[in-house]
């Protein structure tokens, strides 16, 4: 059964951390690249993170730039996005993505982070 399985959020004070982690199962993930995405209520889903298929390359969005970062662990299979200096702004449901050419993305189910004092 292919699937992707987010864990690590939860309610987390302003300032404070937590790192989120992506299971990957029924497929080869080291073949995927991968990204985090997150959806506050409201507005439109959009992309925190992106990590290529062998970590070498990473990207983030303006907002979590130097506060965020994404890693993989391929012999895991499973990704990760470590954020820190959380914000209130951070407060959404985060989704990790596995995306290969030619192939349908996809989508874990996704773990809400509440940041909130």
């Known amino acids: 059964q292919v699937q992707l399985v987010e864990s690590g959020g939860g309610l987390v004070e302003p300032g404070g951390s937590l790192r989120l982690s992506c299971a990957a199962s029924g497929f080869t993930f080291s073949s995927y690249d991968m990204s985090w995405y997150r959806q506050a209520p409201g507005k439109e889903r959009e992309l925190v993170a992106s990590i290529t298929r062998t970590g070498g390359i990473t990207n983030y969005a303006d907002p979590v730039r130097g506060r965020f970062i994404i890693s993989r662990d391929n012999g895991k299979n499973t990704g990760y996005l470590q954020m820190n200096s959380l914000k209130p702004e951070d407060t959404a449901v985060y989704y990790c993505?596995?995306?290969?050419?030619?192939?349908?993305?996809?989508w874990g189910q996704g773990t809400q982070v509440t940041v909130s004092s």
């Open positions: 993505k596995a995306a290969r050419i030619l192939l349908n993305d996809l």
